[in-house]
């Protein structure tokens, strides 16, 4: 692992070249960007990652767009090519059908959406999302970081007993897209994904609860949306997902082809593809991080370590 001090010097020193140069020569994996949201004002659900604004947004797309051609997923996991991107975006947070759905449409960018069912129509509120509002109430000490996992009743109870009622804040501010937006924007063109049931900890879950996670989360995405593509992409990440679970969803035919969200990488499992994340707890703009991303891949190609290993 590269400890954070030599990222942001891999980072620094990644600025001075051009991205010609960084993209030049050696094969590369699809260039995957992924964010969350756009919004001009920062939901009280969510702090763990940095909030695009529309301007910031419409400014990265605008320098993606220069140096990469937006194909969809079929055309990425299909038929790759160097230039390529396929954005997407996870959690299926009702930015998505109300901002950057529509302004991926004035630029005429295709992109999936990976949803996790358990969220849908605003049904329950992701646990991260809870922790978030009952820290910006200050119930918990946000630098206190105590990490709740999926399933832990601990967060209801302090909601509870603070007089917080996390119903009445998904009926409130419907943070989440419903069935039929998410369907719309099916009839848009744009893909869907599943995202797993409710964003669990997988690295936590036992083999068969990761893959009833996945199953489960499949076979809604199936019967209520059918798409061409069955896609997923992990909660979180990816790392320390068995090759034995990758195998056993291909060969139930429950998957196409999943995402991590591992960086500029290739996985040995061919059909799981590395992600970028954009929404980097450093504060980096699209530019840095893709500089980062091209020459840090370069950095490690040097060492052999572009695999991520199973
Ligand atoms: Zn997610």
Same mark, same amino acid.
């Given at each position: 692992? &590269?400890?954070?001090?030599? @990222?942001? #010097?891999?980072?620094? $020193?990644?600025? %001075?070249? *051009?991205?010609? !140069? ?31 604004? &529309?301007?910031?947004?419409? @400014?990265? #797309?605008?320098?993606? $767009?220069?140096? %990469?051609? *937006?194909?969809? !997923? ?50 329950? !509120? ?185």
């Amino acid at each position: 692992m &590269t400890s954070e001090k030599n @990222k942001i #010097l891999i980072a620094a $020193l990644s600025q %001075f070249i *051009p991205l010609a !140069l960084l993209r030049s020569g050696q094969k590369h994996p699809p260039f995957l960007p992924f964010y969350h949201v756009v919004n001009d004002t920062v939901p009280e659900h969510i702090n763990s990652y940095e909030v695009r604004s &529309t301007t910031n947004f419409r @400014k990265e #797309l605008d320098y993606l $767009l220069k140096y %990469f051609l *937006p194909v969809d !997923l079929e055309t990425i996991v299909n038929k790759p090519k160097k230039n390529m991107m396929h954005l997407s975006f996870d959690d299926g947070l009702e930015e998505c059908y109300t901002t950057i759905a529509p302004i991926l449409k004035e630029k005429g960018i295709p992109a999936t959406f990976f949803v996790s069912p358990g969220f849908v129509d605003n049904k329950t !509120l992701f646990h991260r999302f809870k922790r978030a509002i009952l820290e910006e109430r200050g119930v918990l000490i946000k630098s206190g970081r105590k990490f709740f996992a999926h399933e832990t009743p601990e967060l209801d109870q302090l909601a509870k007993s603070n007089n917080i009622s996390f119903a009445q804040y998904l009926s409130d501010h419907q943070p989440y897209m419903s069935l039929s937006q998410i369907k719309e924007l099916q009839a848009d063109g744009f893909t869907i994904g599943a995202h797993s049931i409710d964003h669990a900890e997988f690295w936590l879950l036992p083999y068969s609860e990761q893959f009833r996670q996945i199953e489960e989360s499949m076979n809604w995405l199936v019967s209520n949306i059918n798409p061409d593509i069955k896609a997923f992409s992990f909660p979180f990440t990816d790392d320390g997902i068995s090759k034995a679970l990758f195998e056993e969803v291909k060969s139930k035919k429950l998957v196409d082809v999943c995402f991590g969200t591992a960086g500029l990488k290739y996985d040995t499992i061919p059909f799981n593809l590395q992600r970028i994340p954009m929404e980097r707890k450093q504060k980096w703009d699209a530019q840095k991080i893709v500089h980062f991303e091209y020459f840090y891949y370069f950095v490690r190609s040097l060492v052999a370590k572009n695999t991520v290993a199973r």
